[in-house]
């Protein structure tokens, strides 16, 4: 675990400052995702079940206020499933990009050490160049780790949303009829 | 207030994921996680250079072989002193001999006639300037002039009587062996020499030459 922790840390210095903002980046989305997962496997059914529960019992004179009702609680659904997803997309378009800050200073860094040192060292020029391309790498490798998570959250979301107004406009249709047959008798 | 909530439960598996994902990375440039496992299982082989005593330093020093200058003439050589084998010192041994004559007859076979003398018994030394009749010049041989050589050929030979060259030999040569003597043997052979003459008469002389090769740039 420690030996672990200590390539970890060679590993940061040498991909330079923009590592830090990286593994920021990283932690950022990886919260969001894991939260958005946790919404979905386990507040997100309770959270329906009221609902469905409230719609089924509560009995509304007014069919186009209700449906009207019916319209901004599933607009209010949709925007906590798919919320944060826009924000997943942005870090996880924002993870390359920083990459490529991180590979430029590193460039400007090994023309440093060219200007002062000329061709003639390799060994000074080695860590510039592990400065710009480590940073490109690990940008890359979360971006990658969490652009699937992204696409599915994001479908699951509208899925969810889809079928909640689904089973919310039946509910009422069921109650509506009920209504109009008791009005009827 | 349960979404906040929601994060702030959120960022402790996010921050383990997120030093996983770095970890993985560190694998995957391969860098030092590997060398903690590794480094132990290699055995360490070390060069130790092992010197029992300084050696002393060997020089080589050429010299220049100083080019031998011309002789002008060829002095007369001197009369060799032949080595007399000292006088045997046997007893004496006072026998008293026989006292015969031989009274053989020989008076009547003829004797015979005491022979001619027919010059000299061997060459004798050139007296003469060794200024050649006719030189064929020699040509500086083609390995030497690619390798940049010069040197010099000692040789003897004989001018017979009619001021031809024979029978040369090379005593001494510069660089040793092999160089330049085909080609001095070869010019000095077409060479001619006035004879020596003896009493009005040539005779074979022997002589020696040194023959430059320098290369002019």
């Known amino acids: 675990m420690f030996e672990q922790a200590y390539a970890v840390r060679h590993f940061f210095a040498a991909g330079g400052p923009v590592m830090w903002a990286i593994l920021l980046v990283a932690i950022a989305l990886w919260t969001l995702i894991l939260e958005r997962y946790w919404y979905h496997w386990f507040v997100y059914p309770r959270e329906f079940a009221r609902l469905k529960a409230r719609w089924e019992d509560s009995s509304n004179d007014a069919l186009w206020q209700a449906r009207k009702i019916q319209a901004q609680e599933v607009s209010q659904l949709r925007r906590q499933l798919v919320g944060s997803v826009f924000l997943i997309r942005t870090f996880i378009t924002l993870c390359p990009l920083l990459g490529l800050l991180g590979t430029v200073t590193g460039m400007i860094q090994v023309f440093d050490v060219l200007g002062f040192h000329g061709t003639g060292n390799p060994r000074a020029m080695a860590s510039g160049v592990s400065m710009a391309t480590i940073p490109t790498m690990s940008g890359l490798v979360v971006a990658l780790s969490g652009l699937y998570f992204s696409i599915d959250l994001q479908r699951r979301g509208s899925a969810k949303a889809r079928v909640a107004a689904d089973v919310l406009s039946q509910i009422l249709v069921k109650a509506g009829k009920h209504e109009t047959q008791t009005a009827s008798q | ?217």
């Open chain 2, 1 to 217: 207030m349960t979404a906040s909530w929601r994060f702030l439960a959120a960022l402790g598996p996010a921050t383990a994921v997120a030093l996983g994902l770095f970890w993985i990375m560190t694998s995957l440039v391969g860098g030092e996680g590997r060398e903690f496992d590794r480094a132990p299982r290699q055995p360490l082989m070390n060069f130790i250079r092992m010197d029992d005593a300084p050696r002393p330093v060997e020089e080589r020093r050429r010299e220049r072989p100083k080019p031998p200058e011309e002789p002008q003439a060829v002095p007369p050589l001197p009369a060799v002193p032949t080595a007399r084998s000292p006088e045997p010192q046997a007893p004496r041994l006072d026998v008293p001999l026989p006292q015969f004559r031989p009274d053989l007859a020989l008076s009547g076979v003829p004797a015979a006639a005491p022979a001619a003398p027919s010059g000299p018994a061997g060459p004798v030394a050139y007296s003469q300037p060794l200024t050649p009749v006719s030189q064929v010049p020699p040509v500086y041989p083609r390995r030497a002039l690619m390798q940049g050589l010069s040197g010099w050929v000692k040789l003897t030979f004989i001018i017979n009587e009619d001021g031809s060259v024979g029978d040369v030999e090379v005593v001494e040569a510069s660089p040793r062996r092999g160089v330049f003597d085909h080609e001095a043997v070869r010019a000095l052979s077409r060479w001619r020499f006035n004879p020596q003459t003896v009493d009005g008469r040539p005779v074979a002389a022997y002589a020696t030459i040194t023959i430059n090769f320098n290369l002019e740039n």
